[in-house]
Every structure is written in C-alpha cells, then in structure tokens.
C-alpha cells in the first residue's frame, strides 16, 4: 500500500465511515418517519427544536461570540441581550408561536441576537433581503404579516410610507424614528435581562425561519423552513466533519497506525462573507459556529482586502462563502504578505466550485483544504457536503447525500435514472421546506409526492456521489444543441488572467440562441477575442465557443448572496465592448 491514498481508497474510506455512523445505535442513525404525510429519515438523536441549540451555547460562557469592527460580545453577553429581547417581544409584541418576526439590516451582531431572540419567544424568523427595494419589501411585510419588524437605519428608510405598516424595532440609527418605534438598545437591554428565557413550547413542525428565495422574475416566493429542518441541516453540518475523521481514522487502521487519543477539536473563528438571510451564512456558517463554541467574524459588505485583514487578524479558520469570493481572495494582490495560516477550510455551497479553484485553493492554503457544500433555500442548506482530501479526489463531485437525504434523478417525463445518466435531481427529507408561504400552487409545482424538484441538472455516480452539471435554465441552445454554460465558464477559468466569468445565451436569428460571455480580467492582465477563442480550442467543441464576448472593467453585477445575475448581463449585452 502507498503512503498517499487514490481518489478511489479515499471514496471509498469516506463511504465506509458514512455507512458506520448511520446504522443503528450509531451517532447519526436515523428512522423512517411520516413528516407531514411524507416517510422521511429523521434523525434518532434529532436536536428537538433551535431554540435548545441556543440554549446549549450558554455553556460557552465568556467566550468571544460576535466580532463586528470594534465590536466585541462573549456568549454569556449575548444570551443576556437575547433573555432581555426575547421578553421584550413577549410582552410588548405579543410574540410567540405563530407569529413571525422580521430582520431587515446588514451582518450586524443585532441580526444574530434579534435571531435567536425570535426563536427563544418562539416565533419564526422572517428574513428579509437587504438589498431590496421598497415594494419588495412592501411585499414581504404583506406576504408574511410579522408582529414586528426589527430594522436598521437604511432599511427605515428606504421603507418610507410603509414604515406605519406594522411596528417597528430600529437598531443602528442616530435618527429620528417613527413615535410608535422603539429603539433596538431599549428593548435588549443586557441589564434588565431576566434570568431564564420565556417558558414556550415549540412543536418540531413549527416554522423556524423563512426565506425568500431569489427569483430572476415576479417577487421572491417565502420558504417555510421548520424547527425540524434547520437542526437536522446542523446536524448534517456536524455529521460532515465527523465522517471525515473517521475516515481518516480507518485509513490509519488499516495502514497499522496507532489508536492514541483523538486530539481536542481547534476552536473556530469563522468570517461571514455572505449574507445573514440566506441558508448559507444563516444555517450553515451561525447556526454552526454557535453550536461549537465559535467566533463569528461579520462583515457589513464583501471587500477581499477587508477579508484578508479579518483573516489575519482574527485567526479566522473557516470561509464560507461563493466561488467568486475564494477567487477574488487568491488573486488578490496582497494574498502573499497577509498571514492566511489559520485558515483550515475555504470554499462554499450552493453548487459545485470549478475545478481549477479547487486546485488553487489546496494550492493556496498552507494548512487548509477547500469544501464543498451543495443545496438550496428550499432544503435549509446542505443536501450534500464534502471537504479536505475527499474532496479533491472528486473535485468535479458535491460529494455524497447527507443521510437523512434521499435523491432521484429523472428525466422529463419522471422516471428515474440510473447511475451515470444526467437529469433533474429530486430531493426528499425532513430538512425539505413545508412549502412557500401562501402560495400553494408553487408549492405543489416544486414538491411532488414529497419530492422536491431542484431545477439543478445532476449525475449521481455508482458511489452514490452527486455532480451538479447545470441549472436547467441555464442552458443555450444553440441550433438545436444543449451547451451547459458551467461548462463553458469552466474552460474560460483555467485562464489565470481571468477573475469573473459568466456565460449566457443571447438571441440569433439563424441559431436561435448564440453563446456570450462576459469577462472581466485580473488587474494588468491582457485577454482579447483572439486570445480567449486560442485557449479554447481542443477544450470545447466549437459550436460551444462564446460567439460573442463582452470584456468589462467592472465586476459583474451579483445578488445579494454572491450569484451572478445573468439576466441583467444580457439585458446590457453589447458585444465587443
């Protein structure tokens, strides 16, 4: 046997492990329940509800929780601040089960605390998208019908005639506010906090949070996700880094190793990069971070060179966030003379990372590997997550289901495929949302018989390891012929004067659809037409070469969670620009 392990050894290491921890008696073994009609695996040792997470993290007591600037709160500081608001929503607001509360403002520590304040009371969490603008969020006060909405200075006043619309908590605001409003300081106040939490009962059922998915048309839909799928998602979290040890752990057996004493876990500092209404930075990054213990690190927008300074200075040793973000970071001119050694995991979810930034994360890191995670609003987080060496023996894989996940794959008219074969991938399982506020005909559209249908084209392996290969939207086509546009960006980045890439289909009159991307370069790189279309050549067939390509000076317009918007490049297409 060779020092260094194969892709395969590690595969398969990885599988046997998951297979240990899964059976009965095990750490992460589960049953098939009925959730809402729907057989589903559910966790033996399941966390009962979020409220009982936060109440877990007291033990953490002076230590660092929250790093906002210069701003510092321990967990003993924290849980003081959310006894006093979680009360003061109790009895000024009439919060508590069945009732929402709405958060609308940047990474700020409020967000966190008013988060867990709102769970504590028992409500569910509404969290509103930052960016916004005033009808949308209009539509969401009317679409969730919060008992409060807590809110921060630009957001009030962005809200303008709405803001007597339904009462109001403001945080970081010198301004005046409306009479009715109070001021988040004044209702969280740490020294009029009671001893314990208010007294409720939360069924597992209950919703938890909701978040709106962002759809390119029309207003977002609001996914109800419950106590129930939030914590199993954490517990999927958990399970991820569990399963790699253990894997680890068997390949030392078998290699003869010794059975010494398993070194105490690294305390976690994580940054958050990306925002707190959307599953990634709220379920994947706070809701882990609190359970272990952790430091979280906000940021009140993305700036790599900010993030480099965080990263030094805090000893931050988990980012989370989009591709483009670890990109943006590696390329960044002061990566080399910033202290980056702490770091232990780079990467992100939501779809699988290119392959070349897999490498140059591995590549990058001193001491660290890339991660992976793959899921959507709709699933609380992650419905697949791989990390370390086992995921660079696939870097093109999400790695393998969670195991209280369940997938298909079909074609377009349902059936399921084999391994190996490409369509829709169909998710069940008790981290799958109830379904969209108010709004049951998207609900029966995405959820049919208890599955829910991702949009995300997908091949699953003979290991049973998922590859995202495309939205099914996403997709030019050209004379007849399917061009997947991850793939065509995947070849563009293998350029190292290349820093953002997005690939979509614009109109044709003989074609129907023709290829554009738009690229914006490294500083003081050098790329044209010529030279782009010369690197492709032997990569792509050329029926999938950019016919059109749009060099910009500017980074490519995001949402709000990272992802490029598309739809607004090819509304400004103008090749040759």
């Not at 916004?132 to 921060?152: G, K, N």
């Amino acid at each position: 046997m060779t020092d260094e392990p194969t892709p395969a050894e590690l595969v398969e290491d990885f599988n046997a492990a998951l297979a240990s921890l899964t059976g009965p008696g095990a750490p992460f073994g589960w049953t098939v329940q009925e959730v809402s009609g729907v057989p589903v695996r559910v966790y033996d040792s399941a966390i009962p509800d979020m409220r009982a997470v936060w109440a877990m993290s007291a033990a953490h007591g002076d230590k660092d929780y929250l790093v906002y600037g210069d701003e510092r709160y321990s967990y003993a500081d924290a849980h003081a601040r959310v006894r006093a608001l979680a009360h003061s929503l109790r009895t000024l607001y009439g919060v508590g089960p069945g009732t929402r509360v709405a958060l609308s403002m940047r990474n700020y520590p409020e967000w966190v605390l008013s988060h867990w304040a709102a769970i504590a009371a028992g409500a569910a969490v509404v969290g509103m998208n930052s960016w916004w603008t005033r009808p949308e969020m209009e539509f969401a006060l009317e679409d969730s019908e919060p008992a409060v909405l807590i809110v921060d200075g630009e957001r009030l006043d962005r809200l303008g005639p709405a803001q007597g619309n339904v009462p109001l908590v403001v945080a970081r605001h010198d301004g005046d506010i409306p009479e009715s409003a109070r001021r988040w300081a004044a209702v969280a106040d740490p020294s009029t906090a009671p001893d314990s939490l208010p007294e409720v009962d939360i069924d597992p059922d209950d919703d938890a949070l909701i978040f709106y998915t962002s759809g390119t048309t029309g207003f977002p839909k609001g996914a109800q996700l419950t106590h129930r799928a939030v914590a199993h998602n954490l517990m999927n979290m958990i399970f991820t880094a569990a399963c790699g040890d253990a894997a680890r752990a068997r390949r030392a057996a078998r290699a003869g190793g010794g059975d010494g004493p398993t070194p105490p876990a690294a305390d976690v500092t994580a940054l958050l990069p990306v925002p707190l209404f959307h599953v990634t930075g709220c379920n994947c990054v706070m809701h882990t971070v609190t359970i272990a213990g952790g430091c979280l690190a906000l940021m009140y927008r993305w700036d790599p060179s900010t993030a480099l300074r965080l990263i030094e200075a805090e000893g931050v040793t988990v980012f989370t966030g989009v591709p483009s973000m670890s990109r943006e970071l590696l390329q960044h001119p002061d990566w080399q003379s910033t202290d980056t050694s702490s770091l232990r995991s780079m990467g992100g979810g939501g779809a699988a990372i290119p392959t070349d930034l897999v490498r140059r994360i591995d590549d990058g890191l001193s001491e660290g590997r890339p991660g992976v995670g793959y899921g959507l609003t709709e699933t609380a987080g992650v419905a697949t997550a791989i990390s370390n060496e086992f995921y660079l023996a696939r870097p093109s894989s999400v790695g393998p289901l969670v195991p209280c996940m369940e997938a298909r794959v079909v074609d377009d008219e349902g059936s399921t495929l084999d391994p190996g074969q490409r369509g829709e991938l169909l998710l069940r399982g008790p981290n799958v949302m109830k379904g969209y506020l108010n709004q049951p005909e998207a609900t029966a559209e995405a959820i049919v018989d208890g599955w829910f249908r991702t949009g995300d084209v997908a091949v699953i392996d003979d290991d049973g390891w998922v590859r995202i290969a495309d939205r099914i939207k996403d997709v030019v086509i050209r004379g007849g012929e399917n061009i997947h546009c991850s793939e065509v960006e995947a070849a563009i980045y293998e350029l190292d004067e290349v820093a953002e890439v997005a690939v979509f289909g614009v109109p044709d009159e003989r074609l129907g659809e023709e290829v554009a991307a738009a690229v914006v370069l490294v500083p003081g790189a050098e790329l044209d037409e010529a030279g782009l279309a010369d690197h492709l050549e032997g990569r792509l067939a050329r029926f999938k070469h950019p016919r059109h390509v749009m060099f910009l000076a500017e980074p490519l317009p995001r949402n709000a969670n990272g992802k490029f918007l598309k739809r607004e490049l090819r509304d400004g297409f103008a090749p040759g620009v």
